[in-house]
């Protein structure tokens, strides 16, 4: 079974704080992607990676940056978390073709800045 | 007006009833996702089609091309099929774009 963990399912963090969320695949996925999901709005995509040191934005990537070191890793950055950066972040995983597009979510983090 | 669009909203329905969820979409897709997504946010897929009909278990999932709109069907349904579900389409090979979701409630 693929497997998508997530360091954390909830974090309270302060406004301004630097925040880091980690994703974990161990299916050998070459893309990783960052979601948030926030209520009357659905998932948006922040970033996705297709491959170890390259990113890509997606529709919402203000006030966030990516870090894909390893290919089973994928961090998301909050460089100075804002009230309004408080939602339910989703990662995700998949092979780059065929039957492969199907997506891989993680548990996901309900991240609260306060 | 968004390129993925649910309906109903919310759902609430008694045990045993048969069940309808709606997805109709105004984009170029690859292909089309029904996902579904349990108190405590996990969300699991439940069907990718192109193409006609699927179906597992209670479930089964159509899509029309030519009309942009697919729907999710839940025969027999039962408390623990209460969730939400996203329908998601694919553009391209990696874009999904997602629906808001709609809100399942099977009372016993």
């Known amino acids: 079974d693929v497997k998508v963990t997530q360091s954390s399912r909830y974090l309270v963090k302060r406004t301004g704080e630097k925040v880091f969320l980690e994703c974990v695949q161990d299916m050998d996925h070459e893309n990783m992607f960052w979601y948030r999901q926030d209520p009357g709005l659905g998932l948006r995509l922040i970033y996705f990676s297709y491959d170890v040191k390259m990113k890509e934005k997606g529709d919402i990537p203000e006030g966030y940056s990516v870090s894909r070191e390893k290919k089973e890793r994928f961090s998301l950055i909050l460089e100075s978390a804002s009230t309004n950066q408080t939602s339910m972040y989703l990662c995700?995983?998949?092979?780059?073709?065929?039957?492969?597009?199907?997506?891989?979510f993680g548990p996901g983090t309900r991240l609260t800045v306060t | 007006k968004n390129e993925v669009e649910q309906s109903p909203q919310n759902l609430t329905a008694q045990e045993g009833e048969f069940i309808t969820i709606n997805c109709s979409y105004s984009v170029g897709i690859s292909a089309l996702h029904w996902l579904q997504q349990h108190p405590g946010g996990g969300i699991v897929s439940l069907f990718m089609?192109?193409?006609g009909k699927k179906k597992h278990g209670r479930l089964i999932a159509t899509i029309n091309i030519q009309e942009k709109h697919s729907s999710l069907h839940i025969t027999a349904s039962h408390p623990r099929d209460s969730a939400v579900y996203i329908c998601?389409?694919?553009?391209?090979?990696?874009?999904?774009?997602f629906g808001q979701g709609t809100r399942l409630t099977i009372n016993p």
């Open positions: 998601a389409v694919l553009q391209g090979a990696q874009k999904l774009v």
């Open positions: 089609l192109s193409s």
């Open positions: 995700a995983s998949n092979l780059s073709s065929g039957s492969g597009y199907e997506q891989y």
